[in-house]
């Protein structure tokens, strides 16, 4: 028990001190390992007696070589952190699209010393990893920026290239096709012999020539991707793509997959949406489903397939659509078993806009054409039973049938107003603008979407094809600082099949006072004969820049003409009365005159006598 407790009081000073030591050498090991260790007095190495040097040697040995052992691993361990840590930062710098940080993150030597590179790598690239740019399909930025992708934004595309021909346009459409004219898909398209029109989309014109529904081929656009670096600008159309919101403040539009894109000058031309029935709506998928609302390419596509594959079509609509429709689908139904049906509410085909007398004779002229006309005719419920479309009417009828079109009209597309801002009118709908077109200091509304003030005619709206063109042609001049207002009159036109057919300009209404003067037709008088002298079958092409003189009623009234046979209305003019004012006027068989009746309407004079005004037409001329 002595010896080991003596041993103890000789261990215990030098097993303290050799502690204290090795703490402070490896401390300063690790700040510095090439520097020498320190020697430590003797004195304070042992408590034990002085010169006990055998114990001292002893100790010296164990802490040298503790030392010398903890100084070559810290210089190992540093050395290969050092080295890991720039092959690291070399094969980081080497990848593509990596940021590579400036200041490196410090880890502690002994968690680098315990990770593999495989381990390290997945926690350095993932913040560090940037996701590669998507390619640029479309400019972020466009000078003049047109939404909407029809005639009238096209109109307005061509007007100020014109005007400015170094303009960057870019022509947002959600619909898949370049801008297209819609009047042939329910006229020419149906009448072609070519099985191969619904694919081709190019139809024949009434005087035999051949086009296509669109007004250029692609060829004639610039890419989008390109519109910001073509040296002269151009016109590039964004297909597919619909525009969801507007900041008018910020100047720019959102889409609906988020992307913005800003503008200096903006045109809304967003078009409409053909309204539905709300007995339709009601009606259930099935009914749904067999029901073609008529407006794009796509719905002509698919009636023009169920016309081949049904066995009954019924048009529910007596406007301009729906009557060219019955026409079209009647005249096709000759050479196969369809059974086309049109009802409308009205006492005759038309019935909201001719006369009372003409809409009657229009009326046996679709009849004429194998269509079943019922009139009167106010829908109270639709279904679906046993296969067939099942249509009740207020009075107790009952229609059958295997599919149905509804034309009964067009809402204004005015979902970008709120957003915007803007006002839409309680009375015609659409985007309230302007005798310039101008909604607010750097936007502009054309086409169907438009109500405008008529300087003229006072407010309106107006859905056809050479509104559009006109309107748009307008809106793009003022786009490029014209500052013109409204009041070059646009045109319309029906035809019913290749032998009648009608132009009108102005106000008709058929609840308006009317005077018509009629003459007997002869075979020049027809939209064929028509678009054989123009040399188009777009006649709104022909006529929309013509002028004419100011009408001049003679000095010596003469009798009016003799009347022609009762309800044999060959050819006339219907003139529409609002206040003595001739305010619309419609060319019934006749054609090529419109410049004539847009100067009747634009002087805005009272006439003694409409049989005279009516020889400036030349109706009663073989």
């Known amino acids: 028990m002595w010896t080991c407790k003596n041993l103890w009081k000789k261990l215990a000073p030098l097993a303290r001190s050799s502690s204290t030591l090795c703490r402070q050498n490896a401390r300063g090991v690790l700040f510095n390992n090439e520097r020498r260790l320190p020697l430590v007095p003797q004195a304070h190495m042992s408590s034990g007696t002085p010169g006990g040097g055998g114990d001292n040697n002893l100790y010296y040995l164990l802490v040298g070589a503790t030392c010398v052992g903890g100084g070559f691993y810290a210089y190992r361990t540093i050395k290969g952190d050092k080295e890991r840590y720039q092959e690291r ?86 619909e898949p096709d370049l801008p297209y004219m819609r009047p042939p898909l329910s006229k020419e398209l149906w009448f072609s012999d070519d099985p191969s029109v619904v694919d081709t989309l190019r139809f024949k014109q009434w005087n035999g020539k051949e086009r296509s529904i669109y007004f250029q081929p692609p060829s004639f656009y610039v890419s989008p991707q390109d519109l910001e670096k073509v040296e002269n600008g151009g016109v590039a159309v964004l297909t597919g793509k619909k525009v969801v919101h507007m900041d008018v403040r910020g100047n720019k539009v959102t889409l609906s997959d988020d992307t913005e894109i800003s503008y200096d000058k903006c045109l809304i031309a967003t078009g409409g949406i053909p309204r539905n029935l709300q007995v339709i709506e009601r009606a259930g998928e099935e009914v749904t489903k067999r029901t073609t609302l008529f407006r794009k390419v796509e719905d002509f596509k698919a009636l023009d397939k169920v016309s081949r594959d049904t066995k009954s079509i019924t048009i529910i609509g007596g406007g301009f659509l729906g009557s060219e429709l019955a026409c079209a689908l009647g005249r096709r139904s000759a050479d196969s078993d369809l059974e086309v049906i049109q009802m409308f509410p009205e006492k005759g085909n038309m019935g909201k806009v ?47 049938t295997d599919h149905i079109v509804a034309a009964v009209g067009l809402e204004p597309s005015v979902e ?122 777009i006649r709104s092409e022909s006529e929309t820049e013509g002028t004419a003189n100011s009408p001049v009623a003679s000095s010596t009234p003469e009798p009016p003409p003799v009347p022609e046979q009762k309800d044999n209305y060959g050819k006339g003019v219907i003139f529409y009365l609002r206040d003595k004012v001739v305010v619309g006027i419609i060319l019934w068989n006749v054609f090529n005159r419109m410049p004539v009746a847009r100067k009747i309407i634009k002087d805005g004079e009272e006439h003694a006598d409409l049989n005279e005004v009516a020889k400036l037409f030349n109706i009663h001329d073989d």
């Not at 990848?95 to 968690?111: F, L, Y």
């Open 89 to 174: 930062i070399n094969e980081i710098a080497s990848r593509p699209n990596k940021v590579v940080p400036e200041q490196p993150i410090t880890e502690a030597p002994g968690e680098q010393a315990a990770e593999t590179p495989q381990a390290a790598e997945p926690a350095t690239v993932a913040p560090a990893e940037v996701p590669a740019p998507t390619p640029v399909e479309f400019p972020s930025h466009a000078p003049y920026l047109l939404i909407g992708g029809g005639t009238a934004s096209f109109a307005a595309a061509r007007s100020i290239r014109a005007r400015d021909p170094g303009a960057r346009v870019l022509i947002i459409t959600d």
């Open 354 to 400: 001719l006369p009372e007398y003409l809409s009657n004779w229009t009326t046996a002229k679709v009849k004429s054409e194998g269509v079943a006309v019922i009139t009167e005719a106010l829908v109270k419920a639709v279904s679906f039973k046993d296969g067939k479309v099942e249509i009740k009417l207020k009075d107790g009828r009952v229609v059958k």
């Open 416 to 537: 970008l107003a709120k957003s915007a801002g803007l006002e839409v009118d309680s009375d015609f709908g659409g985007f309230r603008v302007n005798a310039e077109l101008q909604a607010r200091s750097n936007i502009w509304v054309a086409g169907d979407a438009a109500c405008f003030y008529d300087i003229r005619l006072g407010r309106r709206r107006v859905e056809h094809h050479d509104h559009a063109v006109v309107s748009g042609r307008l809106a793009g001049e003022n786009m490029t600082g014209a500052n013109k207002p409204y009041w070059h009159q646009s045109m319309f036109w029906s035809d019913l099949g290749p032998d009648v057919g009608y132009e009108a300009i102005g106000i008709v209404d058929s609840s308006l006072p009317t005077v018509g003067v009629f003459a007997k037709a002869t075979a020049k008088d027809t939209p064929k004969a028509a678009t054989e002298k123009s040399g188009t079958g």
